[in-house]
């Protein structure tokens, strides 16, 4: 019995070019990824939500995604309920969203999907009106628990001035109604800014405070592209220097 391969590609159809959800996608860039990622979904329509994981898949050659930018574009294309953004077993994936209706599949020939299926309530969004915080009855306790931990992971690894959890938790859900998808993305942000600054210092280069942890929350700086130390050039003074000690 021959061995069950996944397809090369996808189907692209022509309805794309009048979809009005990828028409209100923010930029030309989380479109082009959107149409990229297509080629790559398994049998369900799942891949990887892994920043990392889809620069080095879909997106290698373009320098200008760049891990961040793939983040901001996930978040996006979820937004327009393109695709729905789900963790399990503690990584994060994708699903396309309708993705049976627009492909011919060769369910009994192509490899059965090894990615976990999304839970609903972890794969919608739970919007949460401001006055509301995370008392919404649709949100579970075991699941605001959960939550609760990975934000408090989060919490104590921030560097910068902070309160404590239950002020700056609720802050995060009032300010952002889609907080649960940007929940998996704090970490990794953070920890992405701390190396960049890191590196700053190593290169004698000025490095600004941290913000105030309500302040990074409200401002989406989990968004922002670390920052890279400059490449120096040397004075002509330093140069001749260097010729100098090399011929001595």
């Known amino acids: ?57 879909v997106v290698p050659r373009l320098k200008s995604m760049t891990v961040t930018k793939i983040e901001k574009y996930l978040l996006d294309l979820a937004e327009n309920k393109l695709i729905l953004l789900y963790t399990a077993n503690s990584d994060r994936y994708l699903e396309l969203v309708k993705f049976k209706d627009f492909q011919t599949l060769r369910e009994g020939r192509e490899a059965a999907s090894i990615i976990p299926e999304p839970t609903s309530p972890v794969a919608t969004p739970v919007e949460l009106p401001e006055s509301s915080g995370l008392s919404k009855d649709k949100v579970s306790k075991d699941k605001v628990s959960k939550d609760k931990e990975v934000f408090d992971v989060f919490r104590k690894l921030y560097p910068g001035k902070k309160t404590g959890l ?83």
């Open 166 to 248: 239950e002020p700056e938790l609720d802050n995060f859900t009032k300010k952002h109604k889609d907080w649960r998808e940007i929940l998996p993305l704090l970490k990794p942000a953070l920890e992405a800014q701390v190396a960049s600054r890191e590196s700053l210092l190593k290169a004698k280069e000025f490095v600004p405070a941290w913000k105030h942890l309500k302040t990074w929350i409200n401002n989406s700086c989990w968004t922002e592209e670390p920052a890279q130390p400059t490449d120096k050039q040397k004075t002509t003074a330093e140069l001749t220097a260097d010729v100098e000690k090399f011929f001595k």
């Open 1 to 57: 019995m021959a061995k069950r391969t996944m397809a090369d590609g996808r189907m692209l159809k022509k309805a794309i070019s009048t979809s009005k959800k990828l028409a209100a996608v923010k930029t030309d860039s989380a479109r082009l990824l959107y149409s990229w990622l297509l080629a790559h979904l398994d049998i369900e329509g799942r891949f990887s939500a892994e920043p990392d994981v889809v620069k080095g898949y």
